[in-house]
């Protein structure tokens, strides 16, 4: 009976004292720490210097019951004393380990074992730094040196073909590798022979998971159609419905082989219809709208994979000299213009007479460029640049490249198409079409600086010889760039007078100037009566028209299309403005907002989507500079009649004081027939502080507005010149003022003594 039952005794005694450390190790962390910090009763007698082990501090004393001493055990016991909240033991563990020095070979198990993740979580606690950050930057480096060893790669991948075991961990490894493994698989399916050997690479790629999307996705720029046949076997696998756009073209294009044609069919059937079997329901039609809402996603500010600590993503490629697949550190929104550049121009593979998707493909390729270019610059010009393509497709196709770009939000998009449309343009492209503005009268009227300002280049540019809808918006945006200090005006609407007055001192004291309303209507009129409203902000519970109505006539008037529009709630999300927002990218929501700082972090990024980056101080000084030669230019002849100069004659006055812009300024400020304007020019020809030149020209061109205007001075004004003249010593600006007093008509009285009191000189 005994000698039948002694297994069993042995085996259980054997499974109890391995379930022992277990069993005390759950009982220490369960027992809360409290309870665990508390001092054990002292005996009634203590031999002096003796301490008990129980006496340790509890973020001290280890709950293992043996220390670890191998690499990966001591990684262990890191992650579970941080888990544990055992910072001191945590540290001293990972400062064991850091000590020992681990091989890549110990690195990389660990990071097989925890995944990455874990060594980015424990850099970030600041009680285990700096030891963390090491240990992370070491894991990387080992990573990197794995990704990179060929001879290694190679050795599993051959490994793929032994036993189920060894396959299954040459895959385990290689999945460890992610990306970057991926070039070197893609290479290896290039230079197989055999089918069996090309699908176990496939079937490996496919194992790799979502991951490796990006570089199998750069695959499909090759011009090896088995390549490309099996990048779309792969991601039919592991991509998902966002992938699909970078597969439709290659199921549609009848210049591709009829085996790639199909594998993309059966990849898109099967991502976006649940099954390849429904590969023959896809079509044309469906493929070309793809891939424009693809590109035109990326134009309005989609599509942007998130950024690392450096500002850069990762870029995938496909090197056609070395037939294989590279990255690069690329900027955030030229990776996303890329895509959608390429996504475009498939699109206009497929309908190349389609005038809508050659508009989107200029608008990608010159915001790709304007973006890639310093804003002191001009595009660049010549042979393949996008700004001699974009002269080539004409007018109208740069046209609509505007329109487009306005109505995505894009206003770098919108900025390029400008600076080509300043050679394109005619006055004809001023007048309204349809009832609302042209899209370079509109322009006028966008929320960012320097599309409005190169907007008025470019219908000054043009010569009106009439006026148009829109005019009076040139002389103001030219004026505010003599001064652009001015800030923003946002219109506020909402029914309850104490919340919208709140949250316009919120506005106020975020760059912009509040205008209070308390009706949508009431709101729609101040938004399309102004001219420098950048903003609307309406509770989503406005009145007199309600939110739906509202925004369907800001949208409607071509004076307001393009005013980006925030609505304003108290729940975290309202469905019925999410859908307006998934199909208008000047509409945002945030949840009302308490602070100041509140505020800012809802609208920052809102209008930071919509607008450049700010205007530095040089591009500053470039536009005053303009703006005065603009103005200037406005003065001459008819074009006054076109263009009212007087709302820049206060802004023409202070450049006056700017050396750079003074002579500019008097010749515009020459041209306002008013009397403010005349008494300005007076001013300046009697300023001592100024330049002679610049006194000189204000003198002159006083004395010709006098007589084009009449005397419009005041008689203090008057015998403040005559002062001004008779202590005067510089000779010409003595002879300008001269010029003033002569057409004053004076008296014969005065005449006279003017005459007595010449010198007069000895003969020769």
């Not at 993740?117 to 080992?142: E, H, I, K, W, Y």
């Not at 600076?419 to 309204?432: I, K, P, Y």
Request: glycine share 8%; hydrophobic share 45%.
């Amino acid at each position: 009976m005994f000698s039948d039952h002694q297994p069993w005794t042995s085996r259980a005694g054997r499974n109890i004292a391995r379930a022992v450390p277990l069993l005390l190790l759950a009982i220490w962390t369960w027992v809360p720490e409290s309870v665990l910090a508390q001092p054990a009763a002292q005996p009634a007698a203590q031999v002096p210097g003796d301490q008990a082990a129980g006496d340790q501090p509890a973020d001290q004393a280890s709950p293992l019951l043996i220390e670890p001493t191998t690499a990966g055990a001591l990684f262990d016991a890191v992650v579970l004393m941080t888990d544990l909240g055992r910072p001191n033991l945590a540290n001293g563990y990972l400062q064991k380990l850091l000590e020992s020095n681990p091989d890549d070979a110990a690195l990389l198990s660990m990071r097989d074992k925890h995944g990455p993740a874990v060594f980015l979580r424990l850099s970030n606690l600041v009680s285990l730094q700096p030891g963390s950050a090491t240990l992370l930057g070491r894991m990387n480096a080992a990573f990197g040196r794995f990704a990179g060893d060929k001879t290694r790669i190679d050795r599993l991948i051959g490994e793929l073909e032994g036993a189920p075991s060894v396959r299954d961990a040459a895959i385990l490894q290689l999945r460890s590798g992610g990306v970057l493994v991926v070039p070197r698989l893609v290479e290896q399916i290039g230079d197989v022979k055999d089918d069996m050997t090309r699908e176990l690479l496939i079937y490996t790629l496919t194992m790799l998971g979502a991951e490796v999307i990006p570089p199998v996705l750069a695959v499909l720029e090759s011009e090896d159609a088995n390549l490309r046949t099996a990048a779309l076997e792969v991601l039919g696998r592991i991509g998902t419905k966002d992938t699909a756009v970078h597969l439709w073209f290659f199921s549609v294009d009848a210049a591709q082989p009829p085996g790639v044609r199909v594998s993309a069919a059966e990849a898109v059937a099967r991502l976006t219809l649940g099954d390849a079997r429904h590969a023959s329901a896809l079509g044309r039609t469906m493929a070309l709208r793809s891939m424009e809402q693809g590109a035109r996603l990326r134009l309005a500010g989609g599509g942007r994979e998130p950024a690392g600590t450096n500002g850069k993503v990762t870029a995938w490629y496909f090197d056609k000299t070395a037939a294989g697949i590279r990255s690069t550190a690329a900027d955030p929104t030229d990776a996303a213009l890329h895509v959608g550049s390429r996504l475009a121009q498939q699109a206009l593979a497929i309908s190349p007479e389609n005038r809508r998707l050659q508009a989107l493909v200029v608008s990608l390729f010159l915001a790709r460029e304007r973006t890639r270019t310093p804003w002191t610059q001009a595009l660049p010009r010549g042979r393949g640049t996008a700004y001699d393509a974009a002269l080539l497709t004409g007018r109208d196709v740069v046209m609509q490249s505007l329109s487009d770009s306005l109505g995505s939000g894009n206003a770098t998009a919108a900025v390029a198409a400008l600076e080509v449309l300043r050679n394109l343009a005619s006055r004809h492209d001023l007048q309204s079409r349809g009832g609302g503005l042209s899209p370079l009268a509109g322009a006028l009227n966008y929320p960012d600086p320097r599309v409005q300002f190169t907007a008025a280049m470019a219908v000054v540019e043009t010569d009106p010889r009439r006026s148009f809808r829109g005019a009076s918006r040139v002389v103001e945006i030219l004026s505010r760039a003599l001064n652009s200090t001015d800030r923003r005006r946002a219109v506020v609407a909402g029914p309850k007078p104490e919340r919208v007055n709140a949250l316009a001192g919120l506005v106020d004291q975020n760059g912009f100037q509040a205008v209070i309303v308390s009706s949508g209507r009431d709101a729609f009129k101040e938004a399309a009566g102004r001219g420098d409203v950048q903003l609307v902000i309406l509770d989503a519970n406005v009145i007199r028209w309600g939110l739906t109505q509202t925004m369907a006539n800001l949208r409607a008037d071509s004076r307001t299309a393009w005013v980006p529009v925030l609505v304003v709630g108290d729940p975290m999300r309202i469905a019925s403005v999410e859908r307006m927002i998934s199909t208008d990218p000047l509409l945002g929501y945030m949840q009302r907002p308490a602070t100041v700082k509140g505020f800012g972090v809802q609208v920052g990024p809102f209008l930071a989507k919509l607008t450049s980056e700010p205007l530095s101080a040089a591009e500053r000084g470039e536009r005053a500079r303009a703006a005065v030669d603009l103005l200037g230019y406005l003065a001459e002849g008819q074009r006054v009649t076109v263009f009212d100069l007087r709302p820049a004659e206060g802004n023409l006055h202070a450049a006056i004081q700017v050396p750079q812009l003074a002579g500019g300024a008097v010749y515009a400020l020459a041209a306002i027939g008013t009397t403010s304007s005349q008494d300005r020019l007076a001013t300046t020809a009697m300023q001592p502080d100024l330049s002679s030149p610049v006194r000189e020209r204000a003198a002159a061109h006083l004395a010709f507005h006098m007589q084009k205007h009449g005397v419009l001075l005041t008689k203090t004004r008057i015998a403040r010149l005559r002062v001004v003249h008779g202590e005067e010593n510089e000779p010409g600006v003595k002879s300008s003022l001269a010029v003033v007093l002569g057409v004053l008509n004076p008296s014969a009285a005065r005449v006279g003594q003017q005459l007595r009191s010449l010198s007069l000189p000895t003969p020769k």
